[in-house]
């Protein structure tokens, strides 16, 4: 929701200076829904008679907490963004998590830095060196006495309340990925590159068991809420469960397969039967423990890999994840499709999410060194925000340009081909001249110059072209050896269509002297010239079929206005 309006104050030196624009504060204040609902408790017994909020910008006042709304797991789709804190250095946050109460949000990034941030208005609180390498995991155990860091070197430290500093722990020799405490928070869990999982002893932190069934790194690991029961993946595509009670076996309790490649995260849902699963496969699965090696769900909607995914810590049927797509996917156990889809939340990969533990905001963090927040939608807001609509714009405008620049390339290739093509004889087939990158085509039997080439395997010399002469009729024979003479009635060799010494060919019963023109005529319009007195005996030699070369001319009507 938005503040109140802050007016920037004056400076004391400039006390005529106009007042400065006025600043709109946007802060997350829940304490308003938690006293509507005390207004309303006398209607908690009977959840089917709980109110519901008007779709108006007033009903937002309506609003209540998220637990009021037991059989509406759709209202908690946070899907709304908010904030972006970014980071104070320019690296990635590897991990995100909240104080038991909720009042901070803490983020673990590349360099080991631990940042706490206000879960009201989202200002910065306060940034300490913790560990020396990366953060890998940061969480409080159950009664927030405690907070556990891990990084890529291995160690694990502990923490007060206060965030001062208890102990160090040398865990493992490589990354540890998770850090996991038990419902009684007297031990905890940890796992690591080295392929093992440890369980640890609060007091004297000292390692108790050692379980080695994984076949290479093990990426997470998460304690049963109420019983002794652990869950770890790994690179290898498995899922075990550990009896944390029991001596350590290779097996394990269970090995679930399903997924296809390394598996990133587990997590225990809060009623003890679920388990939730997230893989490089672009996959997400719920198991239910009851039934070994049973999916219940399994779902598809990224086009990345998916890192992180968790449980709404009320709704126990609503899950999110993110992954390398940058995008955050809302999913309700049952439904075959995902509920809601938040695409490019983030620029880069989507490292990490946590639900705030009264279960109204979603913290996310990224490759991109920042942190989201991301609320329920108010009633009367408009479908889409500012921002989800300006990325909807550029993914559209991008989907747009992409088209079009397929189609000018098409366009240009059949334009190209067309004007390059080569004809086959007796065909009448297009086939272009080049292919792209300047290769020329040339078909078997088919020489470059039109004429028929060599016959493959057979050795014969290609054929020339057959090239007609300029002037028909003319064609050379030895010396000594007179033409045929034409049938009667026929044209002479020469033929009607003689040319002149060196033009073009003319329309019967015209002389080459006709084709004169003066300067300045348009094309194809001709001088009128006036008709030529032809000889008796020339006439009567064409007439009756002689060897005369000669072509008769026929009278023509001056050429006058049309």
Known sequence: MLGPVVARPLPPSEPDKQVQKAILKRIVDPAGPYVRLLQDRHLLHRRARCSWVPPTMAGALQMLPAQAYANSPSSSILTKYV??????????????NWTREGRRCMTGDNIGQLTLWNSSDFKFEQLFQAHDKGLRYVRFNHNGNFLFSSDDSGIVRVFNSKLAPLSKIAAHQESCRAVATAPSDVKFATCSDDQTVKIWDLATCVAEKVFTGHGSDVKHVDWHPSNSLLASC??????????????????????LHGHKAPINQVKWNLNGSWLLSCSRDQTVKVWDIRHAKRE?????????????AAWHPIHLNVLASGGGDGALIFWIVGQAQAVAKVEGAHEGSLLGLAFHPAGHMLATCAIEACTKFWVRPRPGDPWRDAV??????????????????????????????AAGAAAVPGLGIGVPAQLPGGIAVQLPGIGATGGLGSIPGLGLPAVPAIRHAA???????????????????????????????????????????????????APGMQQGVPPVPVPAAAAAAAAGGGGGTGAAVLPMKPAGPH
């Open 83 to 96: 904030h972006t804190s970014n980071n104070r250095t320019r690296c990635a946050v590897n991990c995100v």
């Open 471 to 521: 002037a028909p009729g003319l064609t050379a024979r030895p010396p000594g050896i007179r033409p045929p003479k034409p049938p009667a009635g026929a044209p002479p060799p020469g033929g009607p269509a003689a040319t002149a010494a060196g033009g073009a060919a003319l329309p019967p019963g015209l002389s080459p002297r006709h084709t004169g023109g003066l300067p300045g005529l």
């Open 234 to 255: 790994g690179r290898d595509g498995l899922i075990k469960l550990w009896d944390a009670r029991q001596e350590p076996r290779a097996a394990g309790l269970i090995t």
């Open 388 to 417: 989800q609509r300006e990325q909807e714009e550029a993914s559209s405008y991008a989907d747009l340009l992409a088209t079009a620049t397929a189609t000018a390339a098409a366009t240009a290739s059949a334009a190209g081909g």
């Open 296 to 308: 219940m769900s399994t779902w598809q909607g990224h086009t990345r890999e998916v890192y992180c």
